[in-house]
């Protein structure tokens, strides 16, 4: 057979489980690949800790200035908004990755970060548009919200899809580890212009370079993903199975239901835990007084660092031994800290960095290693929105609101309640991921 057809028979000698995984793409190949997807996530997680950050300023800006506080509410208000439209954007390109290529996909979810990031950088304030103002900011957030439903799944498919057959678990964490980088990166940058320029300044133009920076990586990693290849997984399945066929909601929850089911439940603790002790316990320790706004700052900074850091070890582990083992210990282990954890944190406010270091290193073990465990649970056909869908329902069921549940319950004097909510679905996501269907070492079908 000529060479030149040979390679794109899926028949031909040498073209079955090395083409399947990547593996006759060199290093550097692969390292575009992780780069190109994780680049979305990066830049979502940089607005969102950016939205989060400077919610102060916005509120005054674009809200009427009758209410400082309802205006603040508003404001969080339309950052929630994202959360809550992820699932529509998982099922909207979900289909399109799963029909049309993750390279399609991923190209037209960092546009949308892009243009997100860009539209709250030039939002006019309420004196200037009136109602328009906050219609801007909230079409902002919309379209951030959707591009991340895509991103998560399309993203993580890609990395998984264009690995090599040993370093799926491996590479595959470098698509959370960007989690933890974009939220860090977020945080060094407004603490850095705070220091640089005067409040006034802050207040007028200096909070909208943030997002001017979110856009400008979000052009970046548009121009990284225009360059890649489509990764060889898909185009086998694009060769043997029909258009039609793929993407197919319905075709998941018939045939592939425990697939989603593990996913949803393994999703409540990586997210869920990550939203805890990266914004509700630093902000809660701030907020009574019990540490200042510097040692919160330090603690989390520590915490990310920790956190992206145990995440390939976490990846690597789960090559050498299973996916079960790894992300199934790491959760129960954390369940059984987590009390304990928070309770030492509270007793002893000045040790909440190293505190934080410990829980981060935790969720870290538990995370690495779920972008190859969430790929394997789904054929290539209906990947994307196999893994996206109940990834982002529970995201937005669990994830987004945990913040404010521990708020909630801790002003009706009920904190031990939530501390224990924690700790049960921690368990349910240890137990769903010693369930996992682990396919170390094996092509993905």
Same mark, same amino acid.
């Given at each position: 057979?000529?060479?030149?057809?040979?390679?794109?028979?899926?028949?031909?000698?040498?073209?079955?489980?090395?083409?399947?995984?990547?593996?006759?793409?060199?290093?550097?190949?692969?390292?575009?690949?992780?780069?190109?997807?994780?680049?979305?996530?990066?830049?979502?997680?940089?607005?969102?800790?950016?939205?989060?950050?400077?919610?102060?300023?916005?509120?005054?800006?674009?809200?009427?200035?009758?209410?400082?506080?309802?205006?603040?509410?508003?404001?969080?208000?339309?950052?929630?908004?994202?959360? !809550? =439209?992820?699932?529509?954007?998982?099922? &909207? *390109? +979900?289909? %399109?990755?799963? /029909?049309?290529?993750?390279?399609?996909?991923?190209?037209?979810?960092?546009?949308?970060?892009?243009?997100?990031?860009?539209?709250?950088?030039?939002?006019?304030?309420?004196?200037?548009?009136?109602?328009?103002?906050?219609?801007?900011?909230?079409?902002?957030?919309?379209?951030?919200?959707?591009?991340?439903?895509?991103?998560?799944?399309?993203?993580?498919?890609?990395?998984?899809?264009?690995?090599?057959?040993?370093?799926?678990?491996?590479?595959?964490?470098?698509?959370?580890?960007?989690?933890?980088?974009?939220?860090?990166?977020?945080?060094?940058?407004?603490?850095?212009?705070?220091?640089?320029?005067?409040?006034?300044?802050?207040?007028?133009?200096?909070?909208?370079?943030? !997002? =001017?920076?979110?856009?400008?990586?979000? &052009? *970046? +990693?548009? %121009?990284?993903? /225009?360059?890649?290849?489509?990764?060889?997984?898909?185009?086998?399945?694009?060769?043997?199975?029909?258009?039609?066929?793929?993407?197919?909601?319905?075709?998941?929850?018939?045939?592939?239901?425990?697939?989603?089911?593990?996913?949803?439940?393994?999703?409540?603790?990586?997210?869920?835990?990550?939203?805890?002790?990266?914004?509700?316990?630093?902000?809660?320790?701030?907020?009574?007084?019990?540490?200042?706004?510097?040692?919160?700052?330090?603690?989390?900074?520590?915490?990310?660092?920790?956190?992206?850091?145990?995440?390939?070890?976490?990846?690597?582990?789960?090559?050498?031994?299973?996916?079960?083992?790894?992300?199934?210990?790491?959760?129960?282990?954390?369940?059984?800290? !987590?009390?304990?954890?928070?309770?030492?944190?509270?007793?002893?406010?000045?040790?909440?960095?190293?505190?934080?270091?410990?829980?981060?290193?935790?969720?870290?073990?538990?995370?690495?290693?779920?972008?190859?465990?969430?790929?394997?649970?789904?054929?290539?056909?209906?990947?994307?929105?196999?893994?996206?869908?109940?990834?982002?329902?529970?995201?937005?069921?669990?994830?987004?609101?945990?913040?404010?549940?521990?708020?909630?319950?801790?002003?009706?004097?009920?904190?031990?309640?939530?501390?224990?909510?924690?700790?049960?679905?921690?368990?349910?996501?240890?137990?769903?991921?010693?369930?996992?269907?682990?396919?170390?070492?094996?092509?993905?079908?």
């Amino acid at each position: 057979m000529d060479s030149s057809l040979k390679s794109i028979d899926p028949d031909a000698p040498g073209h079955g489980v090395r083409e399947q995984q990547g593996d006759t793409s060199p290093p550097s190949s692969v390292n575009r690949a992780v780069m190109a997807g994780a680049i979305g996530n990066f830049v979502e997680c940089f607005d969102w800790f950016a939205y989060a950050l400077f919610a102060s300023y916005l509120s005054r800006l674009v809200f009427p200035s009758g209410d400082p506080l309802g205006a603040l509410l508003s404001t969080f208000a339309v950052f929630a908004i994202g959360f !809550f =439209v992820r699932p529509l954007g998982s099922f &909207i *390109f +979900g289909i %399109y990755a799963d /029909r049309y290529g993750r390279k399609n996909a991923l190209a037209a979810t960092i546009f949308l970060m892009a243009t997100g990031s860009l539209m709250i950088a030039i939002v006019p304030s309420f004196q200037q548009a009136g109602w328009l103002a906050p219609a801007m900011l909230l079409l902002a957030r919309l379209m951030q919200g959707l591009a991340m439903g895509g991103e998560t799944s399309s993203g993580g498919s890609y990395i998984v899809e264009s690995a090599p057959l040993h370093r799926r678990g491996f590479s595959g964490s470098f698509f959370y580890i960007s989690v933890g980088l974009g939220t860090l990166c977020a945080s060094l940058t407004g603490t850095f212009l705070t220091y640089l320029l005067p409040k006034d300044q802050m207040e007028s133009y200096g909070w909208r370079l943030v !997002f =001017v920076l979110g856009a400008l990586l979000g &052009i *970046f +990693g548009l %121009y990284l993903r /225009r360059s890649i290849g489509e990764s060889e997984v898909f185009k086998r399945a694009a060769r043997t199975t029909s258009k039609k066929d793929r993407g197919s909601l319905r075709a998941v929850m018939l045939n592939h239901w425990p697939g989603v089911l593990r996913v949803f439940f393994l999703a409540i603790g990586t997210t869920m835990a990550f939203y805890i002790w990266a914004a509700y316990i630093p902000n809660l320790l701030r907020a009574s007084g019990r540490v200042s706004a510097s040692t919160s700052f330090l603690a989390s900074t520590f915490g990310l660092i920790a956190y992206s850091v145990s995440m390939p070890i976490s990846g690597a582990l789960a090559d050498l031994v299973g996916r079960r083992l790894v992300l199934g210990s790491s959760w129960l282990l954390f369940a059984a800290l !987590f009390i304990p954890m928070i309770h030492y944190a509270l007793g002893n406010p000045e040790s909440l960095p190293w505190i934080m270091v410990a829980a981060m290193s935790l969720i870290g073990l538990g995370s690495g290693a779920v972008a190859a465990s969430f790929a394997e649970q789904f054929p290539t056909s209906v990947r994307a929105i196999g893994w996206g869908v109940p990834y982002n329902v529970s995201i937005a069921a669990f994830g987004g609101t945990a913040p404010y549940l521990g708020s909630w319950l801790a002003s009706k004097g009920m904190p031990d309640l939530f501390n224990w909510y924690v700790v049960a679905l921690c368990v349910i996501s240890g137990l769903a991921a010693f369930g996992l269907r682990d396919l170390r070492g094996k092509p993905l079908d």
